[in-house]
């Protein structure tokens, strides 16, 4: 599943691969990241997006989301900067749809006014016009707030795959 861009009201949301391509570009989300991905953007993320302690952390991080993962850099509309990433992992495919976690962070200037639920409500919107999906968001059971962001998007908590320390909250689209 490729995306290339949506926006909301107040956002802007595109493919990060240009911006990580260029060399001055990818300086600069480098300079970005290595500012929003601070300890409590960090403190509910799995061991594998945490930031490695050397030098080039930023840069090394965007190695591994790209590798794994297609990303987007969210901005707003109307104040310059990186606001966040919106990361989808394409997961199996089962019964003509194909799996697709979605995970998000956002600079803790844009959390508690509305901002990753308006992200995700507008992501599943592009979504639902293209092929079959359906939608997986994990969240720790430390982290509520996430959860409640999942479930104005129309996610469902699934028991099934939850664990002890975590719930998957799940969508079906198209």
Known sequence: MHVTAFSTDRF??????PLTDRPTDREALEEDLAAILTPKVL??????????????????WIDARKA?????????????????????????DTEGRRDVHVGYLL?????GNGAATELLRGLVSMLRTGPPARLLGGVGRDNPASARVLQKAGFAADPRLSTPDSDLYTLEIG
């Open 68 to 92: 794994e993962s297609e990303v987007m850099v969210v901005t707003s509309r109307t104040a310059p900067g990186l606001v966040g990433l919106i990361i989808l992992a394409a997961g199996d």
């Open 12 to 17: 802007r949301v595109v493919d990060w691969r």
């Open 43 to 60: 403190a509910h993320l799995p061991p594998s997006m945490q930031l490695a302690p050397s030098p080039d952390a930023a840069s090394a």
């Open 107 to 111: 600079a803790e200037h844009a959390w």
